[in-house]
């Protein structure tokens, strides 16, 4: 059984700084894919960050250059390091896995993600 754990959630200034981290446990795909998605409220679920089985990284435009995906596999965990946060950020962020596809490949498609956390609350305030 797949579980997934987000921390690391929490309210900061405009311009600060957090970490992410997603313990996962019960996946045993080889290509898989990790995810960070986030849902402000009235809004729907957007992917931010993505990383391949073979350490391939992708971000969506918004994030770009600001936020990165990581992960330890010894310790079986995903991070996201968000620096310079707008309050546009704030959001539920959540982390979410699956099988990749026939070459590996992650999209950002919430539909293509069966394994989600509970969510963690990010709020950036200006």
């Known amino acids: 059984q797949v579980q997934l754990v987000e921390s690391g959630g929490g309210s900061v200034q405009a311009g600060g700084s957090l970490r992410l981290s997603c313990a996962v446990s019960g996946y045993t795909y080889t290509k898989y894919c990790m995810g960070w998605f986030r849902q402000a409220p009235g809004k729907e679920r957007e992917g931010v960050a993505l990383i391949e089985y073979d350490g391939t990284t992708k971000y969506a435009d918004s994030v770009k250059d600001r936020f990165t995906i990581s992960q330890d596999n010894t310790k079986n965990t995903l991070y996201l390091q968000m620096n310079s946060l707008k309050s546009e950020d704030t959001a539920l962020y959540y982390c979410?896995?699956?099988?990749?596809?026939?070459?590996?490949?992650?999209?950002?498609?919430?539909?293509?993600?069966?394994?989600w956390g509970q969510g963690t609350q990010v709020t950036v305030s200006s």
């Open positions: 979410a896995t699956d099988q990749g596809d026939f070459y590996g490949r992650c999209f950002f498609l919430v539909g293509r993600f069966h394994y």
